[in-house]
């Protein structure tokens, strides 16, 4: 009853935002969107999700036993959290609910965590550097093999030998979150398939949606799309992430010769879209909570190892 009444009062706040005359250029955005192509793009954003779910049903395969509902609901959850709650702070949503769902420790599924990031990271910097428009192809070929490089070596650095036990309290704390990443790092089977696989269709699928919203190409907004999911992976956001998402579409669209107006409308229409796609699928997933795999209540279960 409490989680029900939560959500009817954040949709009428939503509501009430929605009703600011101001808001209607944004409205206006979607006109030339039609309900087959909106529908279509809800859909591909959802598959999304579930090629995260897939990455982390993979990272912790021995403990999520096949528990792939689960898995979602944790993702859906986290998804939410990180698009509302401002400066980062939504991320700390995902180590406690694994903690509270399948026992793993904190510290474990933040590591994990901090990889995956990593690798969202690298994927769309990528991106970025193979579709910003006016980059001078020798500055996108090293960009490229520059993240490429580091990609392949950090997990390598992680799991190679060290003595980081011996030198200090400090750098023996180190070496333990050290040791706690080289794990992270080396779990997953086909992590990296899970994150290219999703980057590139949850990428196409906005640079799809913000053509239409702009009347214009796929390979003219496709760069705004990446410029605004660079920018929406910094490590500081404010509230929902608004101002750098935007301000990253509109600055690859100038580019383009899109207008740094309608680029920036055309941003902010995209981004509340994905923000409703995170709030509603977040709120459907809280409201069928997943059975802890705790013996005892997950405010006071042992932390599985």
């Known amino acids: 009853m409490k989680k ?6 954040t949709l009428a706040l939503l509501a009430w935002l929605a009703g600011d005359s101001r808001w209607k250029m944004v409205g206006d955005a979607f006109a030339s969107v039609t309900p087959g192509a909106f529908a279509a793009v809800t859909l591909s954003l959802f598959v999304t999700y579930v090629l995260r779910a897939l990455r ?3 990272e912790f395969r021995d403990e999520v036993n096949g ?7 944790v993702i859906l959850i986290h998804n939410a959290m990180i698009n509302v709650v401002p400066f980062r702070g939504g991320e700390t ?15 474990r599924a933040g590591a994990s965590l901090l990889w995956f990031r990593l690798q969202d990271a690298f994927v769309v910097g990528v991106l970025a550097c193979l579709v910003w428009p006016g980059l001078h192809p020798a500055l996108r070929a090293a960009g490229i093999a520059a993240l ?23 750098v023996s704390k180190l070496g333990k979150l050290r040791d706690i990443f080289t794990e992270a790092t080396g779990r997953s089977r086909y992590g990296w398939w899970w994150t290219v696989a999703n980057w590139t269709l ?20 496709f760069p705004g799309a990446v410029g605004a999911e660079a920018a929406a992976i910094l490590p500081v956001q404010g509230v929902a992430g608004f101002g750098t998402y935007e301000a990253g579409a509109a600055a690859a669209l100038l580019y383009s010769g899109i207008a740094m107006k309608d680029g920036l409308q055309a941003a902010l229409a995209l981004h509340l879209f994905i923000l409703c796609s995170a709030v509603a699928t977040g709120a459907i997933a809280w409201l069928f909570p997943s059975k802890s795999t705790l013996p005892e209540t997950p405010a006071a279960g042992p932390a599985r190892k």
């Open 4 to 9: 029900a009444f939560s959500i009817i009062v």
């Open 56 to 58: 982390v049903c993979d």
């Open 67 to 73: 528990r792939f509902g689960a898995c979602l609901r």
């Open 93 to 107: 949503a995902f180590p406690l609910l694994l903690r509270q769902v399948f026992g793993i420790s904190i510290v």
């Open 148 to 170: 490429i490089a580091v990609a392949w070596y950090l997990p390598r650095w992680a799991r190679a030998p060290h003595d980081w036990a011996g030198r200090g309290k400090i």
């Open 202 to 221: 949850k990428l196409a699928v906005q640079g799809w949606l913000l053509a239409m919203l702009l009347g214009t190409s796929f390979q003219t907004a």
